[in-house]
């Protein structure tokens, strides 16, 4: 069965951090950019990070950069954001997904992207 799950959400402080993953059973995450998405309340799902299939090369949405790291480690088949200095408009379920194209420099399009999983709650207050 060809499956992501993301992990490593909760509630944590403004200022602080959380690691999320995105663990793939059935198929190999290597050959896929992956992006990491998230959707508020009443929001549109919106694009956060991406990583390339091949080179490692890397998107930021500007609401994000130099705060979020996205990773991959093939061997665990798995993809990592490291979120610091989190703000509580970072509130939202996050979700990975699998690209249709080894990579995106302008940044993930919602329409090229599936084998969605079932999100993890990232939620940021005091």
């Known amino acids: 069965q060809v499956q992501l799950v993301e992990s490593g959400g909760g509630l944590v402080q403004p200022g602080g951090s959380l690691r999320l993953s995105c663990a793939a059973s059935?198929?190999?995450?290597?050959?896929?950019?992956i992006g990491w998405f998230r959707q508020a309340p009443g929001k549109e799902r919106e694009g956060v990070s991406c990583?390339?299939?091949?080179?490692?090369?890397?998107y930021y949405a500007d609401s994000v950069k130099g705060r979020f790291t996205i990773s991959r480690d093939n061997a665990k088949n798995t993809v990592y954001l490291q979120m610091n200095s989190l703000k509580p408009e970072d509130t939202a379920v996050y979700y990975c997904?699998?690209?249709?194209?080894?990579?995106?420099?302008?940044?993930?399009?919602?329409?090229?992207?599936?084998?969605w999983g079932q999100g993890t709650q990232v939620t940021v207050s005091s």
């Open positions: 990583i390339s299939s091949s080179d490692g090369s890397t």
């Open positions: 059935g198929f190999t995450l290597d050959y896929y950019a």
């Open positions: 997904a699998t690209g249709l194209k080894g990579a995106y420099i302008a940044g993930p399009p919602l329409a090229d992207f599936g084998s």
